[in-house]
């Protein structure tokens, strides 16, 4: 595919991300309660009705195949032709809570790469973009991961969800704090990766993560001059893997910090 149509694919994907998180923002207020899919996993109305615009529209302006949190892998979605991973609300307990912390990921792969990756949170109105090989931008002003050039104390976000234990997570805020860094967690593994290539966050570390909630946020950290380890290694498409994005003064210092087991390390 060449430059010129990555680039109309890009602009599709960020006005798509747009109206997609605003329709989330309409639905929030009429919201039926929320359905459990496990004892902290939650699915809405919304996060259903917004994956199915985004798949509706990627249907009628591109026919290809998409993997999406709520619905799943469409047939023939091999990845080798283009396919698009759609999070439709990202951070979806924070949606419900009423905070501002979450948003719409979308991300378009082909032949295993990451080509282009948008973040759209709308509350904040902070819409990040990447293509490959041409940078990152937050609302048309290009980013950068951190370097540490605020000489203060880094601040890594570590996710966590039930797929790793709660002690793994516990260790590993310990080693982090023992190594002089500090840790959150604000819910949203997406925005805690377009966090980090803007440099808000100097990393991002998960020990599993489901690729609709990291691959866009992947490339916009690369993009941003960032480290991200090999996310897609192996079967992380379809089954998620540990995530470990960062500015590259880190990724030594907390790639030594993860249990030897606890997934793919080398670089993206
Ligand atoms: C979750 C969030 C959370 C991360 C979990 C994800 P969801 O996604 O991104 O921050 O730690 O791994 O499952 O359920 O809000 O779309």
Known sequence: MNLHELAGRQRFAEALAVRAGKLAL???????????????????????AVEQLVRGEIAAAYGEPVLGEEYG?????????????VDPIDGTTE?????????????????????LGVIYEPVGNRLFS????????????????SRLEHRAVPVIEVGWSER?????????????????????????GALGLADVACGVNDGYVELHINSWDAVAGILLVREAGGWTNDFLAGNGLTEGNLILAATPELHQPLAALLPANSGRLQPY
């Open 26 to 48: 309409e639905m929030r207020s009429t919201l039926a309660p929320a359905e459990a899919k496990s004892a902290i996993d939650f699915c809405t109305e919304a996060d259903r």
């Open 164 to 188: 790793r234990s709660l002690d793994a997570y516990c260790d590993l805020l310990h080693m982090l704090v023992a190594s002089r860094m500090e840790f959150r967690r604000r819910g949203s």
């Open 73 to 85: 892998q469409d047939a023939g979605a091999d990845g080798s032709a283009g396919l698009w991973v």
């Open 130 to 145: 990447a293509c490959a090989g041409q940078g990152a931008s937050m609302n048309g002003d290009p980013i950068q991961v």
């Open 95 to 115: 949606y419900i809570h009423g905070s501002g912390r979450w948003c719409v990921s979308l991300a378009f792969l082909r032949d295993g790469a990451i080509e």
